[in-house]
């Protein structure tokens, strides 16, 4: 085994305990191209914490069918909802400007700031590099789900040991725990509902929440993000007064032929109409950032099937992205994980 040795981090004085703080979110692709999003799918699907299906059946399905078909309807959508200004996708965009808003709460306590996706770029290996030469020596990680799940938070986790793996002169690390009911977390998606219903002519008939879905199988197998979105939903009802009949849970997203948590998003909003329901509003909890999944799959295909269906308004509740009320949550995790290194 070569370790890496990086002169610049090596460089830093050594035995002071200054701290970083980490900011993990997906992956996107790097480019509004059918090869970058052949190469962000490629890695993101051959992640066996995604995909459990043994590779042996799974990468030829993936190589031979999966890869040559979907890159182009994902890239159409991609287009759609692309940030043209900076050239990126909206995930990119939101997860750095988090990163910039926390580094300037942190700044004062001398704790730097840094972002990386699980998949694609900036890696995880980089931004511990780039914390490392900036003299940190312990490290708090935040994978960026409130819900806990093995297909997100443990392979950002994964991902960052395999980083320090290469290391011979390792930082501290912390990773942070999900929070699917933190009050600042409630607080702010509580908020964003009021305000967002706020700016509507009329009050929606129903708010709906939907969050990404997960094989049922993963959870029979003991993956606790269907409690985790429960919880979530139950402190949130709580927040605004309403009950299960007045903010459903949904799962959007379903990805392959096996059964997913259900009720599924699409079918459940495309029924409303029938019972009189023809305007909603959207808020998907467990995504910190718009991306691909609330702007395209909620905003645009779900607002025409409901349409289609009879609807007259569908309207996006939307996400936290970098909404004042979302730093104050992460600095309040970050200090909460930094608890007992800050000035030790
Ligand atoms: C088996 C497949 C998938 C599992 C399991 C899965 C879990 C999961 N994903 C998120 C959050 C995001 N997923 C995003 C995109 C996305 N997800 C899958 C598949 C699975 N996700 C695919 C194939 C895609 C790509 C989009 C497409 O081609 O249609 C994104 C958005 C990324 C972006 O670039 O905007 C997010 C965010 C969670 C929280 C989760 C576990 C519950
Ligand atoms: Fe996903
Ligand atoms: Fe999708």
């Not at 031979?64 to 990119?92: F, Q």
């Not at 903010?247 to 959007?252: H, M």
Request: proline letters at 8%.
């Amino acid at each position: 085994m070569r370790y890496l040795f990086d002169p610049a981090s090596a460089a830093q004085p050594y035995g002071h305990g200054k701290c970083g703080v980490l900011l993990v979110n997906l992956g996107t692709p790097d480019a509004a191209s059918v090869e970058s999003v052949r190469r962000y799918l490629g890695e993101f699907l051959s992640d066996t914490r995604v995909i459990e299906t043994s590779k042996l059946i799974w990468q030829p399905i993936l190589r031979g069918i999966v890869l040559r078909t979907r890159p182009a309807k994902s890239l159409e959508a991609y287009r759609r909802i692309w940030n043209e200004d900076r050239d990126e996708s909206p995930l990119r965009t939101y997860t750095r400007a988090q990163a910039e808003l926390l580094s300037a709460r942190l700044a004062a306590d001398g704790v730097p700031v840094a972002w990386a996706m699980r998949y694609g770029a900036p890696s995880l290996g980089d931004a511990i590099a780039t914390l490392m030469r900036q003299g940190c020596e312990r490290i708090v990680s935040i994978p960026l789900y409130p819900q806990y799940s093995a297909t997100t938070t443990a392979t950002a986790n994964d991902q960052a040991f395999r980083a320090l793996m290469r290391l011979r002169r390792q930082p501290a690390f912390r990773t942070a725990p999900s929070f699917p009911d933190d009050p600042l977390y409630i607080r702010a998606l509580a908020d964003s509902v009021r305000d967002h219903v706020a700016t509507l002519p009329t009050r929606p008939d129903l708010i709906v929440a939907s969050f990404h879905g997960l094989p049922v199988q993963y959870v029979k197998a003991g993956d606790p993000y269907d409690a985790e979105c429960r919880r979530t939903m139950v402190a949130l009802r709580a927040a605004l007064s309403l009950d299960e009949a007045q903010l459903p849970l949904t799962f959007q997203s379903r990805f392959g032929p096996t059964k997913w948590l259900q009720p599924y998003t699409a079918p459940f909003v495309e029924a409303l109409p029938k019972r009189g329901i023809r305007s909603v509003s959207v808020i998907m909890p467990g995504f910190l950032a718009d991306c691909i999944e609330t702007l395209d799959e909620i905003g645009n295909e779900l607002r025409h099937a409901f349409v289609a269906a009879g609807g007259e308004q569908l309207s996006l509740v939307p996400c936290l992205n970098d909404q004042p009320a979302l730093i104050d949550l992460l600095e309040a995790l970050a200090r909460r994980e930094l608890g007992g290194w800050l000035g030790a």
